[in-house]
Structure formats: C-alpha cells, structure tokens
C-alpha cells in the first residue's frame, strides 16, 4: 500500500454518523468542570462530553472589576481566546508581570505558570474561549502573596524582534 502521509483507521460501524464531526451547541456546555474563585467556566469539549483523548475546550465569563485567585493548570498547555471584553493576566512567582488583550487577541500560559485573570473593565463581563492540551480540566490553586504593582511586560515573538534576528 503506497504511503500518502495520512494514518489509515477502520470506518466504525456507524460510518462516522455519530462517531465523527460533532456540534456543540453554546447553550448545552457543562458547568460540571474544575473551577477557580471569580470565574465561571464550563466545558464544550472534553473526554467526558465528546470522547476528546488530547485537548479541553470550553468558555469562561469573569464578572466586571473580578478577578481570578492565583492557580497553574499543571503540565497543561493553555491558550485563550479573547472573545469580549479585556482581559488583564498577572503571572509569575508573586503575579510580578502584567499585560493585557481585548478582543481577538489569544493569549498562551505555559505549563505551571502561576497566573491570575483579571476583568479589566468595571462594566463589561470578559468573555474568553479556553483550549488545553489535554481532555480534562487541571486547575491548582495557589496561595501567594501577590505583589502590588506588577511589572508590564510587552509581548515581542521571536521572529518580530527589533533589530532583528
């Protein structure tokens, strides 16, 4: 059999009706999911829901002027997704650097990272899109004495450096 670069699997009994392509609809997400203090988040995609082996998607709604406790989602890859409002995220050992992004700006929180989400606005819920690498939500909260006045922390990836290379 000549090799095209696609892994070949058996067509389940189903031919793929049930067991392949799903929709979730926004109203029917699962509230049933590892939570952290000032923040809502509910589950579209999971092992639970959906049969998901590697990635958890779901939402998250933090009320106006609310913020999150500190918390790490393990050896967890995060991504979020601005979706309204603005988010203002605080990292670090003591929550020591800030930045900020608005709508359809994404935001990646590697493994073990203590962070904290913030609601920047006093009047606009923040309302954000949330994968991860794996089908089940790890949350550990933390306790930390966060400093008062983070320092900012402009994003530059490495192929948009100043100067160059």
């Not at 509230?31 to 999971?46: L, S, Y």
């Not at 997704?81 to 650097?97: I, Q, S």
């Amino acid at each position: 059999m000549p090799h095209d670069g696609h892994e070949h699997h058996s067509v389940p009994p189903d031919g793929w009706k049930h067991s392949g392509v799903r929709v979730i609809p926004g109203d029917s997400l699962d509230a049933n999911t590892a939570q952290t203090p000032g923040m809502n988040r509910a589950a579209a995609i999971n092992a639970a829901r959906v049969g998901a082996q590697r990635i958890w998607a779901g939402t998250v709604h933090i009320h106006p002027d609310a913020k999150t406790g500190a918390h790490h989602h393990g050896a967890l890859e995060s991504v979020i997704y601005v979706v309204r409002g603005r988010a203002r995220m605080r990292w670090g050992e003591k929550l020591e650097f800030v930045a900020e992004a608005g709508p359809g700006d994404f935001i990646f929180v590697p493994p073990y990272v203590p962070h904290q989400e913030i609601n920047a606005s006093t009047d606009e819920t923040l309302e954000c899109v949330l994968v991860r690498s794996d089908n089940e939500a790890v949350v550990v909260n933390l306790d930390i004495e966060p400093v008062e006045k983070p320092e900012k922390v402009l994003w530059i990836d490495p192929i948009h450096r100043k100067g160059g290379f």
